[in-house]
């Protein structure tokens, strides 16, 4: 049975809530959570929609979370769908720290902050690790996919290359070699 | 009114932003000591709150700093703020890519885009690993609390159905001993 537009659009508003409410790490370390919300249990969208939502994401200006939260909830139900995921992913956080702002002045340089804080960097590290696997698995699917993604991975982690100019890499190599080959292989038919 | 400078200040962090949360602390930083309104020490402070607690870390910044200087609807117009950018850039390109999906090049553009972000997640990995236990300085003394802890949300993630929140909130919990 399908859902209606409104049970759809709260449902969107609760996972992303749960999104916001329970990433500690950044935009960043929400992706892999992101990937199994959305694609994994719900089945949403497909694996490829979710790298396309982090390219969105990353190559435009703004708060990472926030861009692929709209771009997801404008993709599954449309401007209303945009809305309810970006105050889904940020009302936990005004939440939280509204409530700090209120409670707390000092927290920098506490030791045990920065040992959880140590903590969890590890522990976004190891889960954001199986997921580039999990999605290079389901985007990489031939050589030339690989020798694009080794290359973006030299230029951005050692060169410093900015993300803007790497996806435009990106998008004009992949018109080059998969469109003009699906035109040539037209040609010989 | 200071609501006003703060929407404004905010909404330009939002557009000229690239690169997510640890950037745009950057850029936060450098708009909020010019104008004087915050001191390199408490920035420090919104550094740390930011990072350590759950959400967002431009939108935690935002609402911290909002609050500091405009109370309560500070914080609100300051998340405000830093959100509106993205909502009419990201709705722009979605609809693009979504109306032109089915066409060939941009679907063969999207086939060269999509490979290099899974390299941008990869990056993302190495640059958690290099806040947390790898040290450039002396690359072969690995900090070995840090990174037992990111064998274990490795062996967590791919042989168990722990969910994900759950295993950093571990690593969380294993940080207060480990490191």
């Known amino acids: ?189 | 009114m200071i609501l006003i400078e703060l929407f404004l200040v905010f909404a330009k962090i939002g557009l000229i932003g690239f690169g997510g949360g640890y950037s745009i602390l950057t850029i936060i930083q450098r708009e909020l000591t010019q104008r004087g309104w915050i001191g390199i020490q408490e920035f420090s402070d919104i550094a740390a709150i930011s990072q350590i607690t759950p959400g967002p870390i431009a939108v935690n910044a935002a609402t911290y700093v909002g609050y500091r200087i405009g109370g309560f609807w500070g914080s609100v117009v300051a998340t405000l703020g830093v959100s509106v950018p993205s909502f009419v850039l990201v709705i722009l390109v979605a609809h693009f890519i979504l109306k032109f999906k089915t066409s060939s090049v941009v679907e063969s553009c999207m086939k060269g885009i999509r490979p290099v972000t899974v390299a941008f997640i990869a990056s993302a990995a190495i640059f958690f690993a290099l806040e947390s236990f790898i040290n450039l300085q002396a690359p072969l003394l690995v900090n070995w609390g840090p990174f037992v802890i990111f064998v274990g949300a490795i062996l967590a993630a791919v042989f168990t159905k722990i969910h994900v929140i759950l295993i950093v909130l571990i690593a969380m919990c294993a940080g207060l001993i480990l490191c």
């Open chain 1, 1 to 189: 049975m399908k859902k209606t537009k409104a049970a759809l659009l709260f449902d969107l508003f609760i996972t992303f809530f749960k999104i916001g409410a329970f990433t500690i790490g950044g935009g960043l370390a929400m992706l892999p959570i992101i990937e199994r919300e959305i694609v994994d249990k719900k089945k949403y969208i497909s694996k490829e929609e979710i790298v396309d939502a982090f390219a969105v994401s990353q190559s435009l200006p703004g708060v990472i979370a926030i861009n692929s939260g709209i771009y997801i909830g404008y993709r599954i139900a449309g401007i209303a769908g945009a809305v309810v995921t970006a105050f889904g992913v940020i009302l936990p956080s005004f939440i939280i720290i509204l409530a700090i702002a209120i409670l707390f002045t000092t927290v920098s340089g506490n030791v045990y902050v920065n040992k959880a804080l140590t903590g969890v960097k590890a522990g976004v590290a190891g889960v954001i690790t199986v997921t580039v696997f999990r999605l290079g698995k389901s985007v990489i699917k031939d050589v030339f996919a690989l020798v694009l993604a080794v290359l973006a991975f030299v230029l951005t982690t050692w060169l410093g290359v900015s993300i803007v100019i790497i996806i435009a890499a990106g998008a004009l190599a992949g018109y080059l070699y998969y469109h003009i080959r699906r035109m040539r292989h037209h040609d010989t038919d």
